[in-house]
Each structure stands twice: as structure tokens, then as C-alpha cells.
């Protein structure tokens, strides 16, 4: 049991409550978060002993840990490293080599997993190995040149303790303490994180059953430090096709349990590299708030750990799943500033110190959802009425940046925005994000199914839910501007009013949901994408968007794809559409893989332009949906 009292008690408050229970027979443990915490040792609940008037919660708690348990701390735990949380909305992604072998080693894979996306960089420099003869790390020399790796690639870092006297230099250089499996149980060196009072990354011992772990995050949690990640790293079991046993229930059981963030590491849960992506994506699937995984540049050459590291280009793929894959448990990779994102970062003279981002709707359409998510640091969000308004913010320069539907994986292209690029050709696309879309029935409350009068949606709702509709038979559709504003006028319709909208629409509005999910299909993702006037394609881009208008002869478009077949580009959308005002003729549009600022790609597009009547580069971006 615990109380958490109304202030923080000093000392000799502290010596004095201690002598009054200690005579009752009862031994209480004083622990300073911003107030103080009273904790009595299991079930004990002494009453009287205490003034009321002090206590702001009882906290009745059956479980040998207490400050761990959810009940503690109804909502979960969020930790700040540098300027990435762990816990909450956001997947953190951690990655490096097993240990720091150099300098040139650790910078080169440091610099791959930064630009993929990866937020921390880990690597040992004290290595725990089983065998004696086998490379125990740099120790300091290590320490020193993570250090160096955060200068230079702006990666927080997390590396292992190993004692209670390597602690404190650890701390020194290291933005997380990580606790390895072999020291969980290491009373010494847990109360010693304890006390340094640094975030420290608590794996779970291989032998160790959830309720150890979380009596191992207990120890550093009664020292007041509250920033602690657990770790699941596999376990010990029978079978030895594996180096341990990931046991992903863990993170199901914990997020009841605790209110503490707990990521995974695939890399020693298979100790199989072919195994890690596969199990990195159920991690996530089943609600981890992160992983973290070995990743080396050169595998085969690695000191340690070499057969379970990913090759770069398996963990680009990785973060590509993840960033899929974590829409279904409402978390996100938060992209820190990296050096492509400087395209989204407006030059003094254009505009604010801030970028202006204009979108459709208001908070609560799916636009604003993306709006947020892209450019959380925003000064200022431009609610538009069309997608056309988008278009003409931009141009006028009152946005720096317009977020634009394109394409739904159940509706197909969204034609209109795709014709509105031949009315500004000052626009262009820097940018693409995908989203989850999923639709709900919402109800004015009090309105049950048979009582619906009205159906208000975004044409996008409708056509998403289309085979829900069908049973929806005899009731009124109203097409409304966007998924936002769908619920603020079944809002204003009161009883009988219903629509299709989102769920941050529904709670906006204090709406009822009859139906989740009425989309057509689960699977239901939007792309969108980012328009600016500034383009400024970098060597980090990996996709570019064109159209163009094929000579009217034999082969045209057959010589177009020889082009791309030729320069071994990979076309990854192609679609025709009637050019407005010009009956039987097409424009078409594509999507390729590639880097338009590398030689080899600008001559393809001289090839392209040479073979064409008419061809627009319409932007240059990073793919995020790569295959
Ligand atoms: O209505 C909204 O909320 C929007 O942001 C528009 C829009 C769209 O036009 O595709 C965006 C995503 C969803 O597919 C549904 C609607």
C-alpha cells in the first residue's frame, strides 16, 4: 500500500512518522518523487497513524512491487531522452552494432541508422560476454567515441553498466544506462542506477519471470527514479533453435501490469538476423513501444553479435514495416529533425520562423491528422474549405506547405487533386505520408440505428464504406467538406442525426459510436502528400513523382517504359487521365523509384523529355512505403 502524501516531507517529518509506525511494529519506506510516497511493505494497511489532512491518495496495491504497478500510475509513463519520448504515442526505434569496435566503425553504421530513421544509437562498451576470451568492449575508449557518434549524428545513446563501479562513468557519457540480463538481479547495481537518477533500460533476465523483472524495476523505482524502459529480450526455454525464447506475451501482460514503457530487442530474443524482422513486426503489432536492434554496416566482419545484426538495407526495410505496422496501435516513429527534413524548414524570407501548413478541415479531419503529425511544430495551421484553397495557400505564399489526400488503398487515386497540379505548376511535392483511415458510425447520443435520419459524410467516407451503406437502406446522404465537419453536423442535427467520421471527430463533438471500422475493407490507408513551392530535391530522396504526354504514334508508351526498363528504374505507379479540354487525349501520371539530383537519373529524364510531348518532374521525396 502507498500514500502519496500532499508535499515532499523533510527529514525530520520523515524520522519522526518512521518512530511512530516502527512502535507499532510496522517498517514504512519514504520515497521523493515531486511529493512524497509512503510505502508500507505487501498488504499492510495501518490506519490512524497518519493526519488525513496530509494524504492526497491511498493507494491500495497487492503486488510485491508498488511504484511499478499501473495502479501507481493509471496512465503509463513517458520518458524524455533528449527531445525523443519513449512511451505514449510514440514507437522509439533504437539501433547500432552490438559493441563499439572504433571510431570509423560506429560512425559509419551510426550514420546509416540515423538517416533511416533510427532515434537512439546503441552500441556496448563494457560487454558482458559468457566467454572470458571473447572481446570485452573498449570500456572508456567506447564511452568516448559514442560520445563523439551523439556530436556528430545528434543520436541520444544508450550503452550497458555493467557493476556498480562502472556506473557512475557510464552515466557520464550515456544518455540511457541499459541494465543487461545478466545483472537484473544485481541489487548493487540497481539501486546504484537508482540513485544516478538517469533513464536506464531495464532488460528482463533470461531466467526471470515478469514479476522479478518488474521487482528489479521496483529497486531503482524506490529510489525515485521513475525513468526506466523494460526490455523483453527472450527467455531461456527448452527450445534450441533459437537463441532465446522472445516472449512477445510479455508486452500484452506488462501494459496491464505496469505503467512503465517496455520495448523489445529481437536481436537477442531469435539471435537469428532472418528471424529479427519478422519478430521486430510482431513486437510492435502487440503494442511495444519500441525496439531495439543490432544493426552493423559490415556483419559478417562484426566482433560480436554478428550473426543476429541486420544488414542496412534489411533495417531501412524494417522501418518501413514499422512505420505500416504501427498505425494499428495508434503509434508513430517521430521523425527527429535529419538533415532531408531541412526541405521542410522555409528560408527566412518565406513567411515565418515556423512553417504555415494548410490542410482540409479543422482538427478532427484526417487531413489535420497528418497536418500534426508532420509538422507538430506548426505556428500556424490553415483550416481550408477544398483542396483547391490548399493549392492557392501555397501559391500565394500565406503556407508554406500544403497536406494533400492523393490516393486511397480502397477508392483509388483521388483524381481531382491529381488535375489541380496543371492549375499551379508553381506547386510541387516534397514530401508523402500514409495513414490509417478508419470510419466510424457516429450517432447524435441517444440516436439508435432504426431512429436514423441523416447520414452526413466526406464523398471519401461514403465510398470507403460502401458495402456498410447497403444496409443503411431509406436514410438521407449528405455530402459535407470533410470527415470533421460530417460531425459537427450530426452535432447540430441533435436525434436522428448520424455520419461517417473519425474518432477524434466523434470525441470533438461528445458523439455515440454505433460502428467501428465500417470501412470496406481494414486495410484502409490514405496517402498523402506534401506540397511546397520550395523544391529542394536531396540526395536522400528515394522517389519522384512526373506526368508527361505521350507522341502519338506506335510505341510510345512502350518506348517510355524502355527508358525506365533501360536505366533499370523502378515504376511503382502509372495511370492515365483525359487532359481537361482535349477529348481522346491523356496525360500520364507517374510514380518511380530513384534520385533525381544523381547523374544516371538526370538523363533519364532528358531521355523522357526527348520522348515525350510534354513532361513535368512534380516532385522529389522519400518513399515510404518501399517494398
Ligand atoms: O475529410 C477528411 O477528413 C479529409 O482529410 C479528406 C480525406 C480524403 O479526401 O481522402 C482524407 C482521408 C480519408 O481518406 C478521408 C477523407
Redesign the pocket.
Known amino acids: 500500500m502507498i500514500y502519496l502524501l500532499k508535499k515532499r516531507l523533510n527529514e525530520s517529518e520523515k524520522d519522526g512518522l518512521s518512530k511512530k509506525w516502527k512502535e507499532q511494529g510496522i517498517s514504512i519506506y519514504f520515497v521523493d518523487t515531486e511529493k512524497t510516497n509512503i510505502i508500507f511493505e505487501g498488504n499492510a494497511s495501518p490506519t490512524g497513524l497518519i493526519d488525513p489532512i496530509l494524504v492526497e491518495k491511498t493507494i491500495e496495491i497487492n503486488t510485491p512491487y508498488q511504484l511499478a504497478n499501473r495502479k501507481y500510475k493509471p496512465e503509463g509513463t513517458i520518458i524524455e531522452v533528449g527531445s525523443i519520448p519513449i512511451g505514449g504515442n510514440n514507437l522509439t526505434i533504437i539501433a547500432g552494432p552490438c559493441a563499439v569496435e572504433s571510431k570509423e566503425r560506429l560512425f559509419k553504421t551510426a550514420e546509416v541508422v540515423k538517416q533511416m530513421g533510427a532515434q537512439i544509437l546503441r552500441g556496448g562498451a563494457y560487454k558482458p560476454r559468457t566467454s572470458p576470451y571473447s572481446f570485452q568492449g573498449l570500456e572508456e575508449e567506447g564511452l568516448k567515441i559514442l560520445a563523439q557518434a551523439r556530436e556528430e549524428f545528434d543520436l541520444p545513446i544508450v550503452t550497458e553498466a555493467t557493476s556498480p563501479e562502472n556506473a557512475d562513468i557510464v552515466a557520464q557519457y550515456a544518455d540511457i544506462i541499459q541494465i543487461g540480463t545478466r545483472n537484473m538481479q544485481n541489487f548493487e547495481l540497481l539501486k546504484k542506477v537508482g540513485k544516478l537518477g538517469k533513464p536506464v533500460l531495464l532488460k528482463r533476465g533470461m531466467s526471470a519471470t515478469i514479476e522479478d523483472w518488474l521487482n528489479a524495476a521496483e529497486y531503482i523505482l524506490s529510489f525515485g527514479n521513475f525513468q526506466i524502459i523494460l526490455c523483453e529480450r527472450g527467455i531461456r526455454t527448452i527450445e534450441r533453435l533459437t537463441r532465446n525464447t522472445l516472449d512477445l506475451t510479455a508486452i500484452p501482460l506488462i501494459k496491464d501490469l505496469s505503467h512503465l514503457p517496455v520495448i523489445v530487442d529481437p536481436s537477442h530474443g531469435t539471435g537469428l538476423r532472418e528471424k529479427v524482422i519478422p519478430m521486430a513486426r510482431a513486437a510492435v503489432a502487440c503494442g511495444a513501444d519500441g525496439i531495439t536492434v543490432e544493426v552493423h554496416h559490415e556483419p559478417d566482419k562484426a566482433l560480436s553479435d554478428g550473426p543476429q545484426s541486420l544488414y542496412p538495407d534489411q533495417f531501412r526495410k524494417l522501418m518501413n514495416d514499422l512505420e505500416i505496422i504501427s498505425v494499428l496501435t495508434g503509434k508513430e516513429v517521430i521523425k527527429r529533425p535529419k538533415v532531408r527534413d531541412q526541405v521542410f524548414i522555409p528560408s527566412p524570407s518565406q513567411i515565418s520562423q515556423t512553417p504555415k501548413v494548410a490542410?482540409?478541415?479543422k482538427i478532427?479531419?484526417?487531413?489535420?491528422?497528418?497536418a500534426r503529425k508532420m509538422f507538430p511544430d506548426s505556428s500556424e495551421y490553415i483550416n481550408c474549405n477544398s483542396?483547391r484553397q490548399i493549392f492557392e495557400e501555397v501559391v500565394s505564399k500565406n503556407a508554406c506547405y500544403g497536406?494533400l489526400?492523393i490516393e486511397?488503398t480502397l477508392?483509388g487515386s483521388?483524381h481531382g487533386?491529381y488535375e489541380l497540379f496543371l492549375d499551379y505548376p508553381e506547386v510541387c511535392i516534397v514530401g508523402e505520408r500514409i495513414?490509417r483511415?478508419s470510419?466510424h458510425l457516429a450517432v447524435f447520443p441517444g440516436t439508435i440505428r432504426e431512429n436514423i435520419q441523416v447520414l452526413f459524410a466526406?464523398?471519401?467516407?461514403f465510398a470507403?464504406s460502401s458495402r456498410f451503406l447497403e444496409s443503411m437502406k431509406n436514410i438521407r446522404i449528405m455530402d459535407?467538406?470533410?470527415?470533421?465537419?460530417?460531425a459537427r453536423r450530426i452535432s447540430e442535427f441533435g436525434i436522428g442525426g448520424a455520419g461517417i467520421?473519425?474518432q477524434e471527430?466523434v470525441e470533438k463533438y461528445h458523439l455515440t459510436v454505433l460502428e467501428e471500422d465500417i470501412e470496406d475493407n481494414i486495410r484502409?490507408f490514405?496517402r498523402?502528400i506534401i506540397l511546397s513551392q520550395i523544391f529542394n530535391p536531396t540526395i536522400e530522396d528515394d522517389k519522384v513523382s512526373g506526368v508527361f504526354v505521350l507522341k502519338n504514334q506506335p510505341g510510345a508508351l512502350f518506348q517510355v517504359l524502355k527508358i525506365f526498363a533501360d536505366s533499370e528504374i523502378n515504376i511503382v505507379k502509372l495511370e492515365s487521365r483525359p487532359i481537361p479540354g482535349k477529348p481522346w487525349e491523356y496525360l500520364f501520371y507517374a510514380d518511380w523509384e530513384g534520385n533525381i539530383v544523381e547523374d544516371r537519373h538526370k538523363k533519364t529524364i532528358q531521355s523522357l523529355k526527348e520522348n515525350t510531348l510534354f513532361l513535368r518532374i512534380l516532385g522529389s521525396y522519400k518513399n515510404i512505403w518501399k517494398k
Not at 459535407?480 to 460530417?486: I, K, L, P, Q, S
Open positions: 490542410f482540409l478541415g478532427g479531419s484526417f487531413s489535420s491528422q497528418v483542396f497536406v489526400p486511397n477508392t483521388i487533386n495513414i483511415v470510419q466526406h464523398p471519401q467516407g470507403q459535407v467538406g470533410n470527415t470533421e465537419e460530417a467520421t473519425s471527430a484502409n490514405t498523402f
